[in-house]
């Protein structure tokens, strides 16, 4: 016996992908010192925070610096001011009942996202769409679940769904039994969004089979169409099989700000192997508690003034300037002759490359001749070989020029 | 098979301790609904923000405020201009090498000290001293190291290092072969102190075993006496087995605005099953880019400023105010007759229960009789029945009154 490394971690497959990216992109630069390279590969945004969520920041530092008005530790799952804002504006307006003590404010929704595999059990079999935010896929490699990966990057021991041009980005229940089952609506990186009835499709599959759906929603404000579900729980007998992750990253500009949550509710039970049930909320209260001590106050006050009626306006204006991004790419790939997916209800834009080229080639050819850099798809899984993901986060001006050289391209 | 929980959580014992506190003061106001009671219990701090952290906390949000200066994603190990100033400042000014890219930003050393046994092997024996800051017990719990407790909370699985009166608070080299000793120092809750030669012995014993300290030096700043390392890199030999755990939450009052730090030193090595040798700071770092997304960048920038020439001037105020309350909590409990330990280089003072009584009577004993509320010893492991904790954390007029009160008593 004596102190080992968790050999999980060895199994990893490192990505690459953005690292060679950035490679790619100097090289090019070196030979091209005048190149005017526009990136439209990362999805971060790039607006400034609302002044509303900016002026209760400032107001927060201000109480941070009197005694009488001083935090300290606050509540591990957030304070009650933003989890009742959360639930009265994201779900009560909604119709959907979540009451504020089912929300556990957090740092960032690929934390939670990545922590929450964590308080299931070692041998629960692990659903992924593909391609698939890498993620819930490495964070599962490392827990053990997941076994090692083939040259294609495939782990042995995940369940692998995919979505892609043949199957309409629509993925089919899985035919073997499953336990854990990520779903990311609307997606990325496809871009994609699933209605309320095809959701519907995949709570009812979970409530047959006993199996647990791990909902991201972080890209739900991008939704422009009627009968998209914002959130799962708009879907009949979610609250029973579903927890659900959001963030304030895209919606108002939080990236570099941090602030997320997760929803679970009340009625989510899971078993033990003696059969025994138990509150998930409970275990993740559980986990939380322990190795987490709640999000900065200042932040959690920035993140409330999201809902006042001004930050609501603010964000709206965000979103509707990003969207207008996403359908001059749309207009533009169509008028290049390209085939694409997505960008209606989210800020990505998934491109199938031209017949022959695979999702490193399209980049390069991008890179060359138009000075573009977007991400191969293949970096996102298997099943994204044959695709190209290009996001809205960006200039206007930019979005426009990129947009341009694009079109004048031959496919 | 179907989807279970982690039965691992199943093992935990509810840690009641501050819930029972809790109840037993409101019963007591319910009863005495006049009594003024003075709560020294709480390991948290009280006084504002210093100055200069708001200073540069304005600015940095002002920065989210523009497009120009807006900042969205940051490095998950935090940006440089901190990572430099940590380096320079808690470490190059004290003679000790930890280079910039050895440091990893987070928001909380309790997000970090739960987190770090992630990257080490399931079967690793875990040492704690006893009694012990409870995450490093609970997050090992989780992930299946520790077994199931006893009655007294006592995991099967763990090696426990008692630090009592008997041995002076100073933890024997275990007999059994360990694997990961969790060391705090100075420390919570006994607030006792070790010198360089005897956190030597421990490096030593580490380099000659093959084990890993994980080193929480949270309450480095309030050492005050020569010969007591700051930093276990301070003595020889400890970049190889040592990793360190450090916050801004007691120095700088950050328990509400969160940011610490992690060092894993580049000649960390842990082998595998098959005795291959890999970077601990790779490991930690593929676990904290997987699974974290950086600290929010404001708060970057406030923690940065703890190091201006004012920070530094602002912070040590603090600190000597807290120390005063903790000089006088200890002349206080001299002049009642109890026996006490602690206070001298730490904001915590452990007394030993008079004769006969235990944690539980004399926090009992102080609440009807002095209208005082501290923590029970034994809520920190079993070694710390018989003991009770006091913080210095309060405002000075508190301090003196409770301990007023105290001194009146007759034990």
Chains 1, 2 share one sequence.
């Not at 009626?309 to 996403?326: F, L, T």
């Amino acid at each position: 016996m004596m102190v080992t490394v968790n050999e999980n971690y060895l199994l990893l497959k490192s990505s690459y992908i953005f690292s060679e990216i950035n490679r790619k992109v100097e090289d090019f630069q070196r030979k091209n010192p005048d190149a005017d390279v526009i990136r439209m590969g990362i999805g971060d945004v790039t607006r400034p925070l609302p002044s509303a969520v900016v002026d209760a920041f400032h107001s927060a530092v201000d109480e941070m610096a009197q005694e009488e008005t001083f935090r300290g530790y606050g509540p591990e799952q957030g304070y009650p001011f933003l989890r009742e804002a959360i639930a009265e504006n994201d779900y009560a307006s909604r119709g959907v009942e979540v009451s504020p003590e089912e929300i556990f404010i957090s740092d960032g929704a690929k934390c939670d996202t990545g922590n929450i595999q964590e308080i299931f059990g070692q041998d629960n079999v692990v659903a992924v769409t593909d391609p698939v935010y890498p993620v819930y896929v490495e964070s599962n490699v490392m827990a053990g679940r997941a076994g090692p990966a083939d040259e294609t990057g495939r782990y042995s021991g995940l369940v692998y769904i995919p979505c892609t041009e043949e199957n309409g980005f629509i993925p089919a229940l899985p035919e073997e039994k499953v336990d854990l089952i990520y779903l990311c609506y609307p997606n990325n990186p496809t871009g994609t969004a699933l209605t309320e009835k095809q959701l519907a499709e995949w709570v009812d599959y979970a409530r047959d089979s006993g199996s647990i759906i791990l909902f991201d929603a972080a890209y739900e404000a991008y939704i422009q169409e009627d009968g998209i579900p914002h959130s799962i729980y708009e879907v009949e007998g979610a609250r029973e099989v579903a927890v659900e992750f959001r963030s304030f990253s895209k919606n108002a500009g939080f990236t570099g700000t941090r602030c997320a949550f997760t929803v679970v509710p009340e009625e989510l039970e899971v078993p033990d192997s003696q059969g025994r049930m138990h509150s998930l909320k409970e275990l993740w209260n559980r986990r939380q508690t322990t190795k987490f001590n709640g999000v900065s106050y200042p932040v959690q006050r920035a993140a409330e003034a999201v809902y006042t009626p001004e930050g609501q306006r603010e964000i709206r204006e965000s979103i509707d300037y990003y969207m207008e991004n996403a359908r001059i790419i749309r207009e533009s790939l169509e008028s290049a002759g390209l085939r694409y997916y997505g960008g209606v209800n989210a800020p990505y834009i998934w491109i199938k490359t031209p017949e022959g080229m695979d999702s490193w080639q399209f980049f390069d050819m991008l890179l060359n001749e138009a000075e573009v850099v977007g991400t191969p798809g293949s970096g996102f899984g298997p099943s994204g070989e044959g695709y190209f993901r290009l996001t809205a986060f960006n200039s206007l001006k930019n979005t426009v020029r990129a947009m341009e050289r694009i079109s004048e391209l031959s496919f």
